[in-house]
């Protein structure tokens, strides 16, 4: 199957921006995941549902950012994330907002561990990172490809995942939300911006 088969595939099986929410929302408060049903997981998916609705209230988009969104012609996003993904929490509300801006773009969302033939194609340092935006044209060219979290951060995970003292994830993703909280989703708007630029 080529590219464009993979993601007609993949938007046939998607969900919108209010299906995904409303999964996430019934995920969390009755104890489960998307994949694998393991306590950790469970456990970020029912954080993640907490800081999605925050992110989604407070987030303000930036007047550049606005304009660009509000100007694009037809365009399919397409979004591979989990419900326990941290990064995911700080960006899909984020995402799913900028998509709101224009009823051209078609916000799908999709599961990575159902579509591992999708995400392949999208690997960050041959890893399956999430989240991942594909924006796509009407014909589903991909036009960019954004994700798994601003470049800043992106170097910081890298730094601490190569590190032979790395402190355990589970003290090194408070690193990574507090540099999302101090950070206020400024890198991710100013990224966007540039890819819809190009």
């Given at each position: 199957m080529d590219l464009k088969q993979i993601i007609s595939k993949a938007i046939e099986a998607s969900y919108s921006s209010d299906e995904y929410e409303r999964m996430f929302t019934s995920f969390a408060s009755e104890g489960k995941t998307s994949g694998e049903q393991k306590e950790d997981l469970i456990h970020y998916t029912k954080l993640n549902a907490q800081r999605s609705k925050r992110i989604a209230k407070t987030s303000v988009l930036h007047p550049d950012l606005i304009k660009k969104v509000q100007g694009?012609?037809?365009?399919?996003?397409?979004?591979?994330?989990?419900t326990w993904c941290g990064d995911a929490a700080n960006s899909v509300p984020l995402i799913s907002k900028v998509a709101e801006l224009n009823e051209?773009?078609?916000?799908?969302?999709?599961?990575?561990?159902?579509?591992?033939?999708?995400?392949?194609?999208?690997?960050?340092k041959g890893g399956r990172s999430i989240?991942?935006?594909?924006?796509?044209?009407?014909?589903l060219n991909v036009l960019f490809d954004w994700g798994p979290r601003p470049e800043e951060l992106q170097r910081i995970y890298w730094d601490w995942r190569d590190s032979e003292n790395k402190m355990p994830y589970s003290e090194f993703h408070l690193v990574i939300q507090k540099w999302y909280n101090d950070n206020k989703l400024e890198a991710i708007q100013s990224e966007l911006s540039t890819l819809l630029k190009s």
């Open positions: 694009l012609s037809k365009q399919t996003w397409l979004l591979i994330t989990e051209g773009i078609d916000l799908r969302i999709v599961l990575r561990d159902e579509h591992t033939e999708l995400m392949d194609h999208f690997l960050t989240p991942k935006l594909i924006a796509l044209d009407a014909d």
